[in-house]
């Protein structure tokens, strides 16, 4: 059942029939992009592309149009098509990596336990850092803590958790569940993402009786004022600003999903359909350093496009 706080998307009040179909374009011209290069693309960018048929997948639980039906039934067929020849072009080294893609790259199983509604209001707005610069935003590209990768604790409770209980080690218990401090850039939504993979594994930790949902609610918080931040400085780094709004969006938190921040990803996108990690202005700052496809896109930003532009045509839907 998907439950709507109107409140909470009013900024798509005017004009939403002309949005729609100009989402839908984007989305399509997105995935002509990916099918037509998966040699290009990694795992990073297919989980984009994951993540953006979980969302149209949700769409079609709501009463449509049949117009409508037809077009979501056509995108969800790019992506599976897309999908299925992905397997052809993703590494088997390291070991680890098949983990990744069989575990993550499965539509049905975040369809089962994503969030499907959307609210308002269950998030703090904490203003932004008073203290930042483009600098200081662009200079945080590295997910790391104590020395250790996310990744790390990320591949431990996919290939390590057996039965109901996750298996986490001491340095991912600090890195991921520790509230004491708070953590910015891809730390912190690579923290966010840690549970919604171990809420995907369906497992617990014994002593961390702490629900999901209350981290959820704090790291989104957080990562509500970074975004800010950025929209406030023009936005210098579009990859990390689409992963907060695909990561809090799809937690349903509506103050990620508003109509300026959507209709300014949709100028971000090239002409031939991809995206990129930073911003034109700013590249004199930080040189690009992920994976780089056709036309100077990223393959993680362009499927973070994806995701991003599925995410709000549900919402668009939902009103």
Not at 63 to 85: E, S
Not at 95 to 108: A, C
Not at 269 to 291: L, V, W
Request: proline share 3%.
């Amino acid at each position: 059942m998907y439950l709507l706080f109107i409140v909470g998307l009013v900024l798509f009040v005017n004009g939403t029939n002309g949005l729609l179909g100009e989402v839908k374009e984007a989305l399509d011209n997105v995935l002509n992009f990916v099918n037509q290069r998966l040699d290009q693309f990694g795992f990073d960018g297919y989980f984009g592309i994951v993540l953006a048929q979980t969302q149209l997948q949700m769409i079609l639980e709501l009463q449509l149009k049949l117009d409508d039906v037809n077009d979501v039934k056509y995108l969800i067929q790019k992506c599976q098509n897309i999908l299925n020849k992905a397997k052809y072009f993703l590494p088997l080294n390291p070991p680890y990596m098949i983990v990744f893609e069989t575990k993550l790259l499965d539509s049905h199983k975040w369809f089962r336990t994503l969030i499907k509604n959307v609210t308002v209001g269950e998030i703090t707005n904490l203003g932004q850092y008073l203290d930042w610069s483009p600098e200081r935003i662009l200079k945080n590209r590295r997910a790391i803590y104590k020395g250790v990768e996310t990744n790390f604790c990320l591949r431990e409770i996919l290939e390590l958790t057996t039965g109901n209980t996750c298996y986490v080690s001491s340095i991912c218990k600090d890195m991921m569940i520790n509230t004491s401090r708070m953590d910015t850039g891809y730390l912190l939504t690579h923290r966010l993402l840690y549970m919604q993979i171990k809420r995907l594994e369906g497992c617990i930790v014994p002593e961390d009786p702490v629900p999901i949902k209350e981290y959820t609610r704090l790291f989104c918080s957080y990562i509500l004022k970074e975004a800010k931040t950025n929209e406030y400085f023009k936005f210098p780094y579009h990859d990390i600003f689409m992963e907060q709004v695909v990561l809090c969006g799809i937690e349903g938190y509506s103050e990620f999903l508003n109509r300026p921040w959507l209709e300014t990803i949709i100028k971000w996108q090239n002409p031939h359909g991809c995206f990129e990690s930073i911003s034109k202005e700013f590249r004199n700052i930080q040189k690009r350093s992920s994976h780089i496809v056709d036309f100077g896109c990223s393959d993680h930003s362009t499927g973070l496009g994806a995701a991003v532009l599925a995410l709000f045509l549900k919402c668009l839907f939902l009103q």
